[in-house]
């Protein structure tokens, strides 16, 4: 498809505000930076040398399989032991995020998996809060919007600590966690194993998240809402096995996706990752255009940067590519996010108000 005339350029892209809401820190480290700690610790690479190091992540998580996706980050967690590596990769991550023009970013990642070395809980998550206070900190120092950064909380889903780390979600969200989150394998883990923790987070009036409706169907976004409270849904991509379309090609909404839509349950996309675990053939044929089309509360974000060689301004020019998008969807995709982020509503504004929307009619021009 031939983008037309008011097709953004790849430097307007750069330069427009971008928010994510699903970027896992553990799938966002610089190839470099996974060659040092490793040094240091003594973990065994695939690949030593840096460059070759990014190509083989791309192409061992390029694998059809999220199962097989996941097995990569054994050698990004693997180097995230410590307190000086989970505080420089944090750091890394918010300086890299900003370079792209990210003003606003929820990253994730998973505590339990940072134990191996004897680092307690707190340990992990105070070492990743102070990286990320220190990136944003050395950003603010260069002028421009500078970047906010929350931090969700991850529990694993085949594992069973998921209370415990709610509950450590919750003692630091006056310190920069906003949200509580599952991922790992989807089928065979259903979100309901994990009820309790979930049935905690409501009553402490707390944010989360579930990764749902990615390598497994509608019954898993169906729980993820409906027996857990998720706010939003991580992926939530195969929402779209429950439109279907009337002799007249009108699009069709079953009871589900007409409940996410009128809800505006915001959809955390993710399209080269999803192309990558084979959840969607193309980003072409990414359901992401019917669901913009839709007017669903569609958000696009990277997943794992390092995996999918991705970025957010990347991200969004596949999209533009694809489906012809403008500045005007971009801003509508960021605006969605924003409202969707897990911060207090007057910072979501301000940020809205006085950074995004400026930056997208500075744009414009
Ligand atoms: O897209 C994903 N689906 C399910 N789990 C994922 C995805 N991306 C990363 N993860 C897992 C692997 C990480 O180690 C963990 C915490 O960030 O979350
Ligand atoms: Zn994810």
């Given at each position: 498809m031939v983008a037309p005339a008011t097709s953004p350029s790849y430097e307007q892209i750069r330069a427009a505000p971008k928010a994510v809401l699903h970027d896992h820190l553990d799938g966002g480290l610089r190839p470099e930076t996974i060659v040092e700690l490793a040094e240091e610790i003594g973990h065994e690479l695939p690949v030593g040398d840096p460059a070759a190091l990014g190509i083989w992540f791309a192409e061992a998580s390029y694998s059809g399989s999220l199962e097989r996706y996941l097995e990569t980050f054994v050698h990004t967690v693997g180097v995230m032991q410590t307190e000086s590596a989970l505080r420089r990769v944090a750091a890394e991550c918010a300086v890299d995020l900003a370079a792209d023009g990210v003003v606003y970013a929820e990253v994730r990642f998973a505590p339990e998996q940072h134990l191996?070395?004897?680092?307690?809980?707190?340990?992990?998550?105070?070492?990743?809060?102070?990286?990320?206070?220190?990136?944003?900190?050395?950003?603010?120092g260069r002028g421009g919007p500078g970047i906010t950064i929350g931090t969700l909380l991850t529990a694993m889903r085949h594992a069973a600590r998921s209370m415990e780390i709610a509950e450590l979600a919750?003692?630091?969200?006056?310190?920069?966690?906003?949200?509580?989150?599952?991922?790992?394998?989807?089928?065979?883990?259903p979100p309901t194993r994990h009820l309790d923790a979930f049935e905690y987070l409501q009553r402490e009036n707390f944010h989360f998240t579930i990764h749902a409706g990615e390598a497994f169907g509608l019954p898993s976004i169906w729980q993820a809402i409906q027996w857990c409270g998720a706010d939003r849904l991580g992926h939530g991509v195969r929402i779209v096995d429950d439109i279907t379309w009337d002799a007249d090609g009108r699009a069709q909404l079953g009871r589900l996706a007409a409940y996410v839509r009128d809800k505006r349950i915001p959809l955390e996309l993710c399209p080269s990752s999803n192309v990558q675990t084979g959840a969607v053939a193309s980003i072409a044929e990414h359901p992401i255009g019917l669901l913009h089309d839709l007017r669903f509360r569609v958000t696009v974000n990277t997943?794992?940067?390092?995996?999918?060689?991705?970025?957010?301004?990347?991200?969004?020019?596949?999209?533009?590519?694809?489906?012809?998008?403008?500045?005007?969807?971009?801003?509508?995709?960021?605006?969605?996010a924003m409202k969707s982020s897990f911060i207090p509503f007057d910072q979501r504004l301000a940020l809205i108000n006085d950074v995004i929307k400026p930056g997208y009619a500075k744009l414009a021009g």
């Amino acid at each position: 498809m031939v983008a037309p005339a008011t097709s953004p350029s790849y430097e307007q892209i750069r330069a427009a505000p971008k928010a994510v809401l699903h970027d896992h820190l553990d799938g966002g480290l610089r190839p470099e930076t996974i060659v040092e700690l490793a040094e240091e610790i003594g973990h065994e690479l695939p690949v030593g040398d840096p460059a070759a190091l990014g190509i083989w992540f791309a192409e061992a998580s390029y694998s059809g399989s999220l199962e097989r996706y996941l097995e990569t980050f054994v050698h990004t967690v693997g180097v995230m032991q410590t307190e000086s590596a989970l505080r420089r990769v944090a750091a890394e991550c918010a300086v890299d995020l900003a370079a792209d023009g990210v003003v606003y970013a929820e990253v994730r990642f998973a505590p339990e998996q940072h134990l191996a070395l004897g680092l307690t809980l707190e340990q992990v998550v105070e070492a990743v809060l102070a990286g990320f206070a220190e990136g944003a900190a050395q950003v603010a120092g260069r002028g421009g919007p500078g970047i906010t950064i929350g931090t969700l909380l991850t529990a694993m889903r085949h594992a069973a600590r998921s209370m415990e780390i709610a509950e450590l979600a919750v003692r630091y969200r006056d310190h920069g966690v906003v949200g509580f989150d599952i991922a790992g394998r989807e089928a065979g883990f259903p979100p309901t194993r994990h009820l309790d923790a979930f049935e905690y987070l409501q009553r402490e009036n707390f944010h989360f998240t579930i990764h749902a409706g990615e390598a497994f169907g509608l019954p898993s976004i169906w729980q993820a809402i409906q027996w857990c409270g998720a706010d939003r849904l991580g992926h939530g991509v195969r929402i779209v096995d429950d439109i279907t379309w009337d002799a007249d090609g009108r699009a069709q909404l079953g009871r589900l996706a007409a409940y996410v839509r009128d809800k505006r349950i915001p959809l955390e996309l993710c399209p080269s990752s999803n192309v990558q675990t084979g959840a969607v053939a193309s980003i072409a044929e990414h359901p992401i255009g019917l669901l913009h089309d839709l007017r669903f509360r569609v958000t696009v974000n990277t997943d794992n940067r390092l995996m999918s060689r991705t970025t957010m301004s990347q991200e969004m020019a596949l999209l533009v590519e694809a489906f012809s998008y403008e500045l005007a969807d971009l801003q509508w995709f960021t605006v969605n996010a924003m409202k969707s982020s897990f911060i207090p509503f007057d910072q979501r504004l301000a940020l809205i108000n006085d950074v995004i929307k400026p930056g997208y009619a500075k744009l414009a021009g």
